[in-house]
């Protein structure tokens, strides 16, 4: 059997059992679960990404910022390079909300080549999860600040992935277009 199968059924049974009581913030609440599955899913099947470690950090990229999993969790369970990548797309969640804003648009330009192509698949989920599904209580403002902000990151990593980031300006602009 390919070697990155036994990786990738791990990390993803990892991050399902620490997300398995979340739900989406879209009107549907779809199990969170289906977020870092199409991050990964989009890094591969759209973007050509095959590195195995670049595909099980997208299924454990939200599990320190939004499960309380930790780097030193991570590290033994799938290795440091691993850990490293997911710490590296992770908010400081003792922040305030607008300061992590802020610094995921600053630090985005400075973390590894793997994080940035996880920030990227993850913000262009995001945004079609955002353009199709909005979580209720979002004013048409609140969606068009987000899809800016979205983009004021990916910005700031462009040179990493030329497919994915001609992704995201489609993606952005449609969203932008009529539905905004
Ligand atoms: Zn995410």
Avoid at 96 to 122: F, M, T
Wanted: glycine share 4%; net charge neutral; with cysteine.
């Amino acid at each position: 059997m390919n070697a990155i199968v036994p990786l990738l059924l791990k990390a993803l049974a990892f991050a399902a059992d620490r997300h398995r009581t979340q739900r989406r913030k879209g009107a549907d609440a779809a199990p969170y679960i289906n977020h870092p599955i199409d991050v990964a899913n989009l890094l591969c099947n759209e973007g050509g990404v095959t590195d195995p470690i670049v595909l099980a950090a997208a299924l454990l990229h939200d599990t320190i910022e939004d499960t309380g999993a930790t780097r030193e969790e991570l590290e033994p369970l799938f290795g440091s390079d691993m850990a490293r990548i997911v710490a590296e797309v992770s908010d400081d969640k003792s922040l305030p909300k607008a300061e992590r804003k802020r610094l995921q648009i600053e630090h985005a330009a400075h973390v590894s080549r793997e994080a940035k192509l996880v920030k990227l698949a993850d913000k262009i989920s995001n945004l079609r999860e955002t353009a199709s599904n909005p979580p209720v209580d979002w004013s048409l403002e609140r969606r068009r600040e987000y899809f800016d902000w979205a983009k004021a990151v990916v910005d700031r990593l462009r040179g990493t992935h030329e497919g994915l980031e001609r992704i995201f300006d489609e993606t952005y602009r449609k969203g932008t277009d009529k539905r905004l």
